[in-house]
């Protein structure tokens, strides 16, 4: 795995709304550095989710730059930037996005088996960490949001990416479940060298981040 810092210059995006430029991330310049938790809060509105939409290159911003060590992100292609996403990027959204049909542990293997990784055990390993060795086998149906929660989370440290976006992922998890995610993200950041960039205004995420970056409306 490669430790390399993401940074922004100037970086702001803006959408058209009913014909109107209306901004959605005031100007950011910053480093995120490799090893770190780095937490990012803010009021809702305050582009906290369009940040992290434009880290996984799924948005292109309106101005600024977004550097992956030396690596211009903001001028890659379209398949370019699939690829490097497909190398680098882990992401755990709000609320946990699995496959139905499949059970927990599988779902947690899925993000290795489309990248042909072996995490298998990793996988387990991380799934009975977060308190689910009994619930391995079970469906998505099956498991309640905080457990579905954890196995999406499962599903992005498995695969050990280098870059590892969070969009409030402890949203659904009560404080002791809160307070193991947010130890295990930066112990994840610290053990990998990976930047960790999490969305959140849990004083538990907040009090264990190593950079608090707090964005307000634009
Ligand atoms: N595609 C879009 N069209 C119009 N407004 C948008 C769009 N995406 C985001 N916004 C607006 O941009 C602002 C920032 O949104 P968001 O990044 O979701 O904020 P946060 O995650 O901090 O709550 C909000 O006012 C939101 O309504
Ligand atoms: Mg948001």
Redo the contacts with the bound molecule.
């Keep these: 795995m490669s430790a390399l810092p993401v940074i922004v210059e100037g970086l702001s995006h803006s959408v058209l709304d009913s014909g109107q430029e209306k901004r959605t991330l005031a100007p950011l310049s910053r480093s995120f550095l490799p090893g770190k938790l780095h937490v990012v809060s803010g009021p809702?509105g305050s582009g906290?989710?369009?940040l992290?939409s434009l880290l996984a290159l799924s948005v292109r911003p309106s101005r600024g730059l977004i550097h992956w060590g030396k690596l211009n992100l903001t001028q890659l292609s379209h398949p370019d930037a699939a690829t490097w996403r497909k190398a680098n990027l882990g992401l755990i959204f709000?609320t946990s996005r699995l496959v139905s049909v499949m059970t927990a542990v599988e779902n947690a293997c899925f993000g290795g088996r489309i990248r042909g990784l072996r995490i298998e055990d990793e996988a387990h390993r991380l799934l009975a960490g977060f308190g689910l060795a009994g619930r391995m086998d079970q469906l998505p149906s099956q498991l309640s949001g905080g457990e579905k929660q954890r196995v999406a989370i499962v599903q992005a440290l498995a695969c050990r990416p280098p870059l590892l976006l969070a969009?409030?992922p402890t949203a659904s998890l009560d404080s002791a479940n809160a307070a193991f995610v947010a130890e295990t993200l930066k112990a994840y950041a610290r053990s990998n060298s990976a930047c960790v960039i999490c969305?959140s205004h849990d004083a538990t995420v907040i009090d264990a981040a190593d950079d608090l970056l707090t964005l307000a409306r634009p």
Excluded: A, G, Y
């Design positions: 809702s906290k989710t369009t992290l709000q969009d409030e969305v």
